[in-house]
């Protein structure tokens, strides 16, 4: 597993509270630090219990949950093998993050996200793929949303929702951040719902497992799995019109190096994506 950094980042998304630094040296739960008191934070909108977030199992006599197993609708298993819980409450297979409790996440232990990363190759006006200068390899293209609430480009990923299966979760959260499907009509919606579809009808698995997401906490943490869809030939994606939507405040195909700034581990994903298709990294 990946030494966490963003799940570490001082200041909490959202929020003013700060959490506890952690030294790298410190993160392994193996390394004891007796004296390790991490901030307790669960934002307000998790507290006041919408749909999508687990009962607060800290209080007292709340209904216990199926860690470690498919509990009714939800995946509380993680990619990443079974995670210890201590006194009941998972605990974050990466290490110490500073803070315990849920932060903005509604599950306690993995969240399960899904993150569709659609391809292409950059062409010149004749259709020509671009090298790159130095490496001399040709550079590939994705389609990036710019998130609303840190400001960050990211892949146009989201949650699986309870009873989702993965693949349907690619195609859903896709349309809704990269074409706004949620503000469609009926019939336009249909329309995009078949293209998306047909683009994802051919995607290769790049990862699954943790995220180093800045949401994380000791209890809570993001897990994803991540799926490519190239346009190899430029011929499908290309009659897309991209809109963004839900909670993306921008989309735009994204020129893929090693100098991206992304959200969370998003770079690495595409890092991936890059070595399979043989692009400039
Ligand atoms: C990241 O958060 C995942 O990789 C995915 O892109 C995203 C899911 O959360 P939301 O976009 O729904 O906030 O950890
Ligand atoms: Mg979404
Ligand atoms: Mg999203």
Redesign the pocket.
Known sequence: TMIHTKARHTIYPNSTVGRLPVPDDKVPWKVEWPEYSPVKYTSDHVKAGPVWADPDIMQKGSPSLNFNSKDGKVNRRSYIGDYGCVDGVPRNPCGRTGMMERGLLGKWGP?H???PIVTRWKRDSSGKKVLHPTSGKPILQFISIR?K?SGEW??????VDAGEKVSQALKR?FGE?AMNSLSLQDKECKAVEKAVANLFKHGVEVYRGY?D?P?NTDNAW???M?VNFHDDQGTSVAKFSLHAGD?AAAVQWHDVGSEMKL????SS?IEMVTKRVGAHW
């Open positions: 969240n996200a899904a993150d998130r609430d990211a892949i146009p990923g989201g949650m959260e951040e995220v997401d949401r993001m897990e994803t991540a909670d959200y969370a581990s998003h994903f």
